[in-house]
């Protein structure tokens, strides 16, 4: 993340195409990589990570950095880095006009059939070859955390129990695979009115939010599961915080939280506007 503020405060600072080039690229790379390692990282999550606590509670790791990139974590943080993909592009084709616009919505199709595609093999996948987790013991969540005291077993397909046992929460997976394709169409549209611009936008809000609800669901109760040793996953209770602590965070959220949402909506709605093409080539030193 560090190269972003880098790239964009001097890039600008030399009027040279390589120069330019190169921070864009400097750009590229530190925009692309962290969405790529958050995906590959609730692929693990998905998969269980190897690690167990001793008698003392202390947690011992005991995979291997490689053995965290498997099939499964790439294709994950593909669809991660797609949903990213889709986000930027709808949002540069509602915020922009002529060459950037068409060339986001180009990009953006694409985009949207790749992660729609990626979506559902990763469905598959956890259908077909990555066990899930299973709690079989009794659940004391009024009780002391313990992590390591409860019965935990893997089963292939297990991750689907939650939608088994609630068909309706089905709805959510299908909106992941469903929205993106809307936003196609959307983007496939020649004259592409405000409306139409808004609802892509929308519509890739909307796949953002089923795809990390849907692995969300799947997961639910486990925040961390091991697949070294099964009974050690931590449940969200075993990762609760104290009654005061949580007590604190809600005051503390209740009054900032609309703090933030109100001047966030406000500097969107003062920066509001479509940047052209002339505006750039006007401020070519400023602007970027």
Known sequence: LFLRPLAFDYRSKIDSLKWRTNWDKAL???SMVPPLVFGVAFGNLLQGV?????????VTYTGSFFALFTPFTLLT???????????????????????????????????????????????????????????????DTMGQ???????????????LDNYKETPLLWLVPAVGVVAPV???????IKSKSTPVKVFAFIGSSFTIISIILTAGIAMFPFVLPSSSQPNHSLLMWDTVSSEG?????????????????????WCY????RTVTVAEIEQNNHTAY
């Open 182 to 188: 809307f936003v196609a169409f959307l983007l496939s």
């Open 145 to 159: 955390a313990q992590p390591t005291i409860k019965e935990v077993t893997t089963a292939s397909g297990a991750w």
């Open 269 to 272: 709605k003062k920066m509001w």
């Open 50 to 58: 190897p690690f167990s606590f001793d008698s003392l509670m202390r």
């Open 77 to 139: 943080g593909v669809v991660s880095v797609c949903m990213m993909l889709l986000h930027g592009s709808t949002w540069l084709v509602m915020r922009t006009d002529a060459d950037v616009a068409q060339r986001s919505a180009n990009i953006g199709r694409v985009i949207s059939v790749v992660l729609a595609l990626a979506f559902a093999l990763a469905g598959v996948m956890v259908w077909q070859s990555i066990d899930g987790y299973l709690v079989i013991s009794t659940i």
């Open 28 to 30: 590229f790379v530190g």
């Open 245 to 265: 602590t949580l007590g604190l965070m809600l005051t503390v959220v209740a009054v900032f939280i609309p703090i933030i949402i109100g001047y966030t909506l």
